[in-house]
């Protein structure tokens, strides 16, 4: 017999009763019935019930073993009693009988309960994650990623992509987040950095000929921490196609992502083939965002005209001022208590609004405070463009255009969450498409790139040539899945003039082009394909998938939100002879007294 295990934890059924086997495993939990001890054992496959009666020599020594201890158990396999039988555990039909009992290794007492998901705090659990990680919900999380990786890496392959790898230590990049930098021994006062995303070898991947790439990338941003976003790292599915559309990309990309999540989606419904494509401009009227979760099913309605010249003075003004309003239903509020829209108003002054107002819909007619301010045509009016029936309630958002409609975003993902109407057994897909190329930067007047630089601009040249630059949309695109981002991409601008005049309408000369994206221009210089692609985020669809809100719980050793890695004590000191060999001298900010 096998010095530690002849089954895993999880194997044993029916057919193998009055069998002899070993089991190793952690102590999982320990319980006394009097005549009888019951040892929970787990290892990474499962978990079987073993028994012990306490007239055994071997008593003392299960007494004395604390939980999370790792123990190789022999004995025979017998039926539970099918009144004790546990149809949630895949061995709940057996137990095994203790017969020989080592300790393999003592566990000290645990600083946090491995056997239930008690919350013990960011803190206790981030530092000894090794513990963390053998509760059933962070384990379970983490061999789903293994599988979506895998599952995505073979649809890939099918789909004629070719993996690469692309270099961990590169050049620092003028655009984006913060860098990691890496000091150059060999070259004093240089620095590698980590790449933020494979971005520019992709493509030139592209130039040498290599037509499909994709790469399941490490990524490096040195930003802050969100419940979406890790800070330090995280991977993406880093794709890349030469002589596509923006069509083609879509469609390639499409029935891997479709593909998976119908993998893993269990009882949850994936949104069909193909996923809708909407305009930025529309999704930011009709939603709010421009990354919308259409589960949601409350749609945005502008209604700047209803109240233009109108008797309610505090919108009149404003919309003679230059803001517009936006109209938000809410179905079946208006049977809602008086304290619903207080509350409601007393959450938007928490967001910096003014307030919420409201106009309620009955058969009788309109009420609120609104309502008394207008006239029937123009109550009338509101009821139309915002599809509101008999029973609901609509809810206004009136500031300058950019303000209005993310405020209005913001409301309407509240309302949705008050009254219940988001379906949580579903996935809905959607592709964000006609990014504006350009944006005004209100502080300095001066026109900036919107979103990617390197996009290409719809019109090309000409475009550039004889268009306002602020009506010039991009080749760009976002895949969004229930109001998370999960990439951003684009057709890529691979014609070395346009990349200049896109680049000299938001301020940058040639000369400085060409020293902050040489390589890549200079590729271009010989002849480079049309090509786009995209990479959507692999820890965000985990997270969605395994229906967690924080994407910590879908990373095997994530930093907190500081950015420090409390297991292994990262960020550290480095003893000033390394600093010396690197060529560093440091110059520490002053701390402050009491610190």
Partial sequence: MHAYRTHTCGALRLADVGQQVRLSGWVHRKRDHGNLVFIDLRDHYGLTQCVLDVSSPLFKAVEQTRVESVVTVTGKVVQRPPETANPKLATGEIELQIQEYVVQSVADVVPLQVNSDEDAGEEVRLRYRFLDLRRDRVHSNIVLRSKVISSIRRRMIEAGFTEFQTPILTSSSPEGARDFLVPARLHPGKFYALPQAPQQFKQLLMVAGFDRYFQIAPCFRDEDSRADRSPGEFYQLDFEMSYVTQEDVFNTIEPVLHGVFEEFAGDRKVSPLPFPRIPFEESMLKYGSDKPDLRNPIVIADVTEPFRGSGFGIFAKAIDGGAIVRGIPAPGAGSKPRSFFDKLNEWARSQGAGGLGYIIYEAGGAKGPIAKNLDEARIAAIKSATGARDGDAVFFACDKKAVAEKFAGTVR???????????????????????????????????????????????????????????????????????????????????????????????????????KFGGMLNAFKFGAPPHGGSAPGIDRIVMLLADEKNIREVIAFPLNQRAEDLLMQAPAEVPPARLKELHIRLDLPLKKAGQ
């Avoid at 949580?424 to 959607?430: A, G, L, S």
């Fill in 413 to 515: 993902t509240r309302l949705a969450e008050e009254l219940q109407l988001i379906d949580v057994k579903r996935f809905e897909f959607c592709w964000i498409v006609d990014f504006p190329m350009y944006e005004l930067n209100e502080e300095t007047g001066k026109v900036e790139f919107s979103h990617n630089p390197f996009s290409m601009p719809q019109g090309g040249m000409d475009a550039l040539l004889n268009k306002d630059p602020l009506t010039i949309k991009a080749f760009q695109y976002d895949i969004v899945c229930n109001g998370v981002e999960l990439s951003s991409g684009a057709i890529r601008n691979h014609l070395p003039e346009i990349m200049y005049k896109a680049f000299e309408i938001a301020g940058y000369p040639a000369s400085e082009v060409e020293s």
